[in-house]
T-cell receptor, first 114, second 114 residues
Framework: AQSVTQPDIHITVSEGASLELRCNYS??????LFWYVQSPGQGLQLLLK??????LVQGIKGFEAEFKRSQSSFNLRKPSVHWSDAAEYFC????????????FGPGTSLSVIP | ETGVTQTPRHLVMGMTNKKSLKCEQH?????MYWYKQSAKKPLELMFV???????ENNSVPSRFSPECPNSSHLFLHLHTLQPEDSALYLC?????????????FGDGTRLSIL
């Protein structure tokens, strides 16, 4: 079955530390992949996306993600976390090329210690 | 400013009430979406509209009735809802419903069913 998992429900990091949020998908081909962030009381904001090409994708707010086909993963990274990065992060993928088939992960909640 | 505006931001209603959620996008997009975000569950796609035509109904109960009068407006009409329908309802839009175009989300309507 097609699915996306985020193994970490909650992560706490210190401000200035590096961050990696994990995302794994289950699909027989290469999907479209996305990372979104949701701050309290707000909707989702797209951080970055992968469709094809370079497997290291740069996004907004200093985030990047690397697509690894062999591991079916699309992990999100940031070298130095800021307190304002505390939010909920969602990985999503499209098993086909249109949004009617979009599948979201359960989310990872990030807390940042000053 | 997201370009996608949802009203109201909060709604409390009884199970016998009828209410409507409104979404308006100012981005010139052709596709609009309703999502349901419940606690502890992944984001669920409810409805997709492309050029005012419904594309997909993901087995959503009939007590939820969408309406897309034009490409800028999307409504979700609610009637005889159940307590489990309490959730954050998010609207999104994209240039078209192909996955290579990013989705833009509104800040959601927090719905509570008494």
């Amino acid at each position: 079955a097609q699915s996306v998992t985020q193994p970490d429900i909650h992560i706490t990091v210190s401000e200035g530390a590096s961050l990696e949020l994990r995302c794994n998908y289950s699909y027989g081909a290469t999907p479209y992949l996305f990372w979104y962030v949701q701050s309290p009381g707000q909707g989702l904001q797209l951080l970055l996306k992968y469709f094809s090409g370079d497997t290291l994708v740069q996004g907004i707010k200093g985030f990047e993600a690397e697509f690894k086909r062999s591991q079916s993963s699309f992990n999100l990274r940031k070298p130095s976390v800021h307190w304002s990065d505390a939010a909920e992060y969602f990985c999503a993928f499209l098993p086909e090329t249109s949004y009617d088939k979009v599948i979201f992960g359960p989310g990872t909640s990030l807390s940042v210690i000053p | 400013e997201t370009g996608v505006t949802q009203t109201p931001r909060h709604l409390v209603m009884g199970m016998t009430n009828k209410k409507s959620l409104k979404c308006e996008q100012h981005l010139g997009h052709n596709a609009m979406y309703w999502y349901k975000q419940s606690a502890k569950k992944p984001l669920e796609l409810m409805f997709v509209y492309s050029l005012e035509e419904r594309v997909e109904n993901n087995s959503v109960p009939s007590r939820f009735s969408p309406e897309c009068p034009n490409s800028s407006h999307l409504f979700l009409h609610l009637h005889t809802l159940q307590p489990e329908d309490s959730a954050l309802y998010l609207c999104a839009s994209s240039q078209d419903w192909g996955g290579n175009q990013p989705q833009h989300f509104g800040d959601g309507t927090r719905l509570s069913i008494l």
